[in-house]
């Protein structure tokens, strides 16, 4: 789960607020890019945790946090259009079709059996639908015989920035609550943070959406360390870490850092599911190298990683910084 965004401490206060009396359908809005999703989620999390923390965020270590970064909480539910899972997922639909971008509603009727099902852990069953505006017309009318017959304990989370295409008697059933767009310097401040190197300029490109601007940036900037670090973690046993170290040490030690974490991601997620969600065209490789990785070490090294982050932007010696990092690597695959 990523954590909240410094600009949502405020809508998240008042989301714990809501808590106590929940409505049925909640309609989470804003502009674009701001990380509306993430909230939704970090909100579904912290709603069927067991134990969560005093401001109301998912304690992540209990049985329900499990199951929730596993995607597989029998009381929760995404629905998104089909070309944002597989975008998420790598994975192409049989046949090839073209993957719909609209909420059908197959998706939506699918969720009346859920609607009607207890809870299996005794608690709130929650729907997120994003974005909600991507339904198609049955699928909204659907929708709203849902909402019609709201049942106990079962929250729907819309998120859209475009609530302006949302039929009225949808919005009529919802609570309206506003996610607002950070401050221009709350956002720069936080892609400075990331490693963005001109934040102000990234942020005003994209509108001030700071996670739009990440996006590009990431996708733009140092593209080409980004091959040679991919190029020679996709062959571990042939990497030399101090010539790697060596040839990355002017690159943003943050940048090394999210990249071997998607990467990592896509190696676990390839060990548990088969499947990959950041590098579907290295997947074979991903696929092959998993197999040779411990899910214990794999996991241990993710946690290195994360604690890295949080050095990642004043190393003392980045060359060295990233050279530990890249024999721990290496060691993945030693057995
Ligand atoms: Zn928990």
């Avoid at 999703?37 to 970090?42: P, Q, Y």
């Avoid at 994003?130 to 659907?142: I, L, Y």
């Amino acid at each position: 789960m990523k954590p909240l965004y410094p600009w949502q401490t405020e809508s998240w206060q008042a989301l714990q607020g809501l808590r106590a009396r929940l409505p049925h359908a909640l309609l989470l809005k804003g502009a674009q890019g701001i990380g509306k999703l993430d909230l939704a989620m970090n909100y579904a999390q912290s709603l069927l945790c067991e134990k969560p923390h005093a401001d109301g965020m998912a304690c992540q270590e209990c049985g329900s946090c499990h199951w929730f970064e596993q995607n597989s909480h029998p009381d929760f539910r995404l629905i998104q259009p089909d070309a944002l899972t597989v975008a998420e997922d790598g994975e192409e639909k049989a046949g090839g079709k073209k993957p719909s971008r609209e909420i059908s509603v197959d998706q939506i009727r699918d969720l009346s059996s859920f609607a009607n099902l207890s809870a299996h852990c005794g608690g709130y069953r929650v729907v997120v639908i994003h974005p909600a505006e991507t339904m198609n017309n049955n699928a909204a009318n659907s929708l709203l015989k849902t909402l019609e017959e709201p049942t106990g304990k079962l929250l729907f989370l819309l998120v859209t920035n475009k609530p302006q295409q949302l039929l009225p008697t949808i919005l009529s059933r919802c609570l309206s609550f506003v996610v607002h767009t950070p401050t221009r310097e709350v956002g720069a401040a936080w892609l400075a943070q990331q490693g963005v190197k001109s934040p102000e300029h990234a942020l005003a490109q994209t509108g001030f959406a700071p996670l739009q601007a990440l996006d590009w940036a990431e996708s733009g900037e140092g593209a080409e360390e980004r091959g040679i670090l991919l190029n020679a973690i996709r062959q571990p046993t042939k990497m030399d870490a101090l010539a790697l170290a060596d040839s990355l040490q002017r690159s943003a030690p943050v940048h090394v850092i999210h990249c071997l974490q998607q990467w990592c991601h896509d190696l676990a997620s390839a060990k548990l599911a088969g499947s990959v969600r950041y590098f579907p065209e290295q997947s074979e490789s991903i696929i092959k190298l998993a197999g040779g990785a411990s899910s214990m070490a794999l996991m241990r090294f993710q946690k290195e990683l994360l604690e890295a982050r949080r050095a990642a932007f004043h190393p003392l010696n980045p060359k060295l910084f990233l050279e530990s990092l890249f024999l721990s690597y290496r060691q993945l695959f030693a057995a």
